[in-house]
C-alpha cells in the first residue's frame, strides 16, 4: 500500500493513465520521465504532486547552457580570490564556497522533496547521461572537500522532456516512461470547468469545436495548446460573444494562433 498517492488536485486534472504512472515511479522510487507536446501540463505535474502530498517543489529549469555539475555543486573561486584580496576570514575553509545545486538542495532537505527537471531535452546530448550515476545511487562527490553527499530521503522526482531530441537509452532503462496525450474534449471540458466552472455548455461546445478543428489543420505550424484554449474561453466569456459566432467570425483567434501562415490556413478552412 502507498503512503503516498497521488490522485490530482482541484487545480490538475490527471487522467487515471497519469496518476499510476506517477503512483508507480513513487512505489519505485524511481525518476518518472514525462512526454508529451508542450500545453499538456508536463510541468505543471509537478507542481500538482508537490502540492497534493503536502511537499516542496524544487524546479531546476534547463537551458542549452545548463551543465549536469551545476545541478549537484558548484566551487565558487571567484568570490574567494575576491574575500582573500579583501582579507576576509574563512578564506582557507573551502566549504564556505561551495555553493549546492538544484540536485544538491533536494538532497540535502531534512523532509522528502518534488524536484523537477524541466525540459531536460534543451540540453546538449551528454547532459542526460552525465545524471546518470547521481540519479541512480542518489549521492555525488564533491571534490574540493572530499566530501560525498547522499540523499537524507530520496526525492521523488519528475523529469519533463518536449521529445525535441531523443534521450540515450541508458538513461531510459532507468526511469519510468509516460506520455501525456493531448486532452479529448470530455477531459478537456473538464479541464477547462476547472478555470470557469461558470461558463456556459453552449459557448464552450462551440470554442472547442473550433479549437479542434484548428489542431486538425494538416499543414498548421504550432498547435494550439490547453493553456491557449482557456485563455480564449476567458476571453470570450468576457467580450459577450454568442455561441453562434464563434465558428463563422472566429473572435479573438489571436489568443489562439500565434502564426501569420497558421492564422491564413485558419481562415481559409473557416470559410469552406
Do not use: C
Given at each position: 500500500m502507498l503512503n503516498d498517492t497521488f490522485k490530482g488536485t482541484g487545480e490538475y486534472v490527471a487522467s487515471p493513465e497519469l496518476m499510476a504512472g506517477v503512483n508507480v515511479a513513487i512505489a519505485l522510487k524511481k525518476p518518472l520521465l514525462i512526454k508529451g507536446e508542450p500545453g499538456t501540463g508536463k510541468t505543471m505535474l509537478?507542481?500538482?504532486?508537490?502540492?497534493?502530498?503536502?511537499?516542496?517543489?524544487?524546479?531546476?529549469?534547463?537551458?542549452?547552457?545548463?551543465?549536469?555539475?551545476?545541478?549537484?555543486y558548484v566551487y565558487d573561486t571567484i568570490q574567494r580570490l575576491y574575500d582573500g584580496q579583501f582579507g576576509e576570514e574563512g578564506v582557507d575553509d573551502i566549504s564556505r564556497y561551495i555553493k549546492l545545486g538544484k540536485l544538491g538542495e533536494a538532497f540535502k532537505s531534512d523532509e522528502q522533496v518534488v524536484l523537477l527537471?524541466?525540459?531536460?531535452?534543451?540540453?546538449?546530448?551528454?547532459?542526460?547521461?552525465?545524471?546518470?550515476?547521481?540519479?541512480?545511487?542518489?549521492?555525488?562527490?564533491?571534490?574540493?572537500?572530499?566530501?560525498?553527499?547522499?540523499?537524507?530521503?530520496?526525492p521523488i522526482v519528475i523529469i519533463t522532456s518536449n521529445a525535441e531530441k531523443e534521450l540515450p537509452d541508458a538513461f531510459l532503462r532507468r526511469y519510468i516512461f509516460h506520455y501525456?496525450?493531448?486532452?479529448?474534449?470530455?477531459?478537456?471540458?473538464?479541464?477547462?470547468?476547472?478555470?470557469?466552472?461558470?461558463?456556459?455548455?453552449?459557448?464552450?461546445?462551440?470554442?472547442?469545436?473550433?479549437?479542434?478543428?484548428?489542431?486538425?489543420?494538416?499543414?498548421i505550424r504550432k498547435k494550439p495548446s490547453t493553456s491557449e484554449l482557456i485563455d480564449w474561453v476567458n476571453a470570450l466569456m468576457l467580450g459577450g460573444i454568442p455561441a453562434e459566432t464563434i465558428k463563422e467570425k472566429l473572435p479573438f483567434v489571436g489568443v489562439v494562433v500565434k502564426k501569420d501562415e497558421d492564422l491564413a490556413l485558419v481562415k481559409h478552412n473557416s470559410s469552406l
Open positions: 509537478a507542481e500538482a504532486v508537490a502540492k497534493a502530498l503536502g511537499k516542496r517543489l524544487i524546479i531546476w529549469n534547463i537551458k542549452s547552457t545548463t551543465k549536469a555539475q551545476e545541478g549537484l527537471i524541466d525540459e531536460i531535452d534543451k540540453a546538449d546530448l551528454e547532459f542526460p547521461n552525465d545524471l546518470l550515476w547521481e540519479l541512480d545511487q542518489m549521492e555525488f562527490y564533491i571534490n574540493e572537500t572530499k566530501e560525498t553527499v547522499k540523499a537524507k530521503n530520496r501525456i496525450d493531448f486532452p479529448d474534449k470530455e477531459l478537456m471540458e473538464e479541464i477547462v470547468r476547472v478555470h470557469y466552472p461558470e461558463v456556459e455548455k453552449k459557448l464552450l461546445d462551440a470554442a472547442m469545436d473550433v479549437f479542434y478543428d484548428i489542431r486538425s489543420i494538416h499543414d
